[in-house]
Structures are given as C-alpha cells and as structure tokens.
C-alpha cells in the first residue's frame, strides 16, 4: 500500500517571501502521479499541480512549483512570493496509474502566511 | 456549470439514524469518489465508481453504501450513523481521473450525537 508523509504539521511565511512545503511518499509502484491540493478556510478542494513521475521536468504553475525527487520519494512545493490568499491547508497525494487510480493523501500541512 | 455539488452542508445526526449524502455533477464525469476528512488525518476514500453501475471499496469503506445508477448521482448511504461517522464528507469527480484531475465538491459536515 502506499503512504504519504507531510513532516510539518503547520508553517508560517511573511507576505512576499518563499515557503517550501515537504512532502514523502513510499510506493512499490513505476508509473504514479503526484498532486497538490489547497484547502482554504472555505473547505474547497482546489488542485494546485500535479506531477507525472515518468516525466524529469519539475512542473510549475505560476508561484507554485514542485521539486520531484524519484529516487528519493520526494515531493516539495514550493511557494514563491507568498500571499495572504494563500494562507490555507495544503495536502500532497499520490495516485497510482492503472487499477483504480484512486488518490492517497498526506496528513496536511497548514501554511499561515503573515501580512 | 454547477461542478459538484455536494447536500447537505451541515447535518445533525443522532445515534442509529440514517441518512444519504447527495453528491451530483453536471459534467459528464466518469469517475467519482466519496472522501471523509478527520482532523489531523488527511483525506481518506470510502467509495469510489469508475462509471454508472460500477463501484468498488475504498479504505474506510464500513459503514457507509454506494450506488451509481446515472452517471451525474452517486449518493452516500450512512446506514447506522455512529459518533465515529463524525466528519467532513467530500464527494470528488474526474473526467479521467489523471489528466483533468478530481473536481472535489464544497463537502458535507456531519455531526453524530
């Protein structure tokens, strides 16, 4: 079965500066996806990005950018230039391709960024 | 487009009672998931469906009963609510699960006393 570790149960950054979010999976699996979702205080879900572990290119959307570490089992995401909108529960996930590709989420991590 | 629309948003139960969570998308989406968050636990899967007439056990599946007679509907069934059904319940769907992602609903809160 797969597991997904997030260390840091909660962080804060100032407005502005960078947060890197930790994130460690262990799976038997070769072929896998790696997301990361946003709760803000609304309760939403919100997909954040998403990493293809075939691929060596880290993604990047915008602020937020992944650093992927196959051998490693390493999934960090990365938040630059914070703002207060982020402030919210951030949760890593794997998702296994092929059988029922269902996703496995992390414990979480709350980011806090201050004004 | 309404995405995924989850109902109730909050739901008082008492013990021994049961209810259905509602859960409709108006997306066309194959592939849909029930998920309940606990404190400090993360997200965890109860039910999923891979199409109308198909479902299959998630990790936490006792308790609770799915059907998926449309594509749109895939109700939550609480059978015998107990204190430990106590929970955040999201409903999540996906076009294909991996390239467009899971579109999760706005969730239920359900209280059992």
């Known amino acids: 079965a797969q597991t997904v570790t997030q260390s840091q149960p909660e962080m804060s950054v100032q407005e502005a500066e960078t947060v890197t979010l930790s994130c460690t999976y262990d799976t038997s699996e070769s072929n896998y996806y790696l997301f990361w979702y946003k709760q803000p205080p609304s309760r939403q879900m919100i997909l954040v990005i998403r990493q293809e572990a075939y691929k060596q290119q880290n993604a990047t959307e915008n602020r937020f950018s992944v650093n992927f570490q196959k051998a490693a089992k390493s999934f960090s995401l990365k938040i630059s230039d914070s703002q207060l909108g982020d402030t919210a529960m951030y949760f890593c996930a794997f998702m296994k391709r092929g059988g029922s590709e269902k996703l496995v989420f992390g414990k979480g991590t709350k980011l806090t960024v201050n004004p | 487009n309404a995405g995924v629309t989850q109902t109730p948003k909050f739901q008082v139960l008492k013990t021994g009672q049961s209810m259905t969570l509602q859960c409709a998308q108006d997306m066309n989406h194959e592939y849909m998931s029930w998920y309940r968050q606990d404190p400090g636990m993360g997200l965890r899967l109860i039910h999923y469906?891979?199409?109308?007439?198909?479902?299959d056990q998630g990790e936490v599946p006792n308790g609770y009963n799915v059907s998926r007679s449309t594509t749109e509907d895939f109700p939550l069934r609480l059978l015998s609510a107990a204190p430990s059904q106590t929970s955040v319940y999201f409903c999540?769907?996906?076009?294909?699960?991996?390239?467009?992602?899971?579109?999760f609903g706005s969730g239920t809160r359900l209280t059992v006393v």
């Open positions: 469906s891979v199409g109308a007439g198909i479902t």
């Open positions: 999540a769907s996906s076009r294909d699960r991996v390239d467009y992602g899971y579109t």
